[in-house]
């Protein structure tokens, strides 16, 4: 996880320069996403219309992150688009006997995305991944502000275990 709901949602579309592995084919696996992503306890009915506004969002967060994290301010286009999500009321969290549970339409979980988006996109932290074929986006916490990959489990690994291969074969060589 990015440490940011928007940032896991932009995500969901992996290696985007070269495969493009798409998580969210339809609109139930939306729906799972936003259940998984702790949005909502339940997953919502997602309509096709309100598939392609999230798809949409989604497209424009990415787009709107990557200038970000190189200095630049999203597009008017953009920031309308995900203020107009952020202005749905959000999921409506319940107590109950077994705990609070959280449910609420699609706009209103990607209402918490579109929120989680406005503090990503102002936030000097947000970085993406430097992993080969990675486009994950995250915020980085670290001491020195030098992190690189999205996580160490994964990109992170590959990046080291390839330098020590390189440095092996040179010592070799």
């Known amino acids: 996880m990015a440490g940011n709901l928007a940032l896991d949602f932009v995500a969901t579309v992996a290696s985007r320069e ?60 953009t920031i309308a688009l995900v203020n107009a999500a952020a202005a749905h009321a959000t999921p409506v969290p319940v107590l109950t006997s077994g705990g609070v549970s959280s449910s609420g339409s699609t706009p209103a979980a990607l209402a918490l995305v579109a929120r989680a988006a406005q503090v990503a ?28 990959w999205c996580g160490m489990a994964g990109c992170g690994d590959r990046a080291k275990a390839a330098a020590y291969r390189r440095r092996l074969a040179i010592r070799r060589a």
């Open 18 to 77: 070269t495969i493009a592995h798409e998580w969210l084919p339809t609109p139930g696996s939306l729906a799972e996403w936003l259940v998984l992503s702790g949005a909502v306890d339940t997953p919502p009915k997602v309509s096709a219309v309100e598939f392609a506004r999230a798809i949409e969002l989604r497209e424009a967060l990415y787009i709107a992150l990557r200038k970000a994290a190189a200095g630049s301010a999203p597009d008017d286009r």
């Open 121 to 148: 996109l102002t936030d000097p932290r947000l970085r993406f991944c430097d992993g080969t074929d990675c486009t994950r986006p995250f915020l980085d916490a670290s001491r020195g502000r030098t992190r690189r």
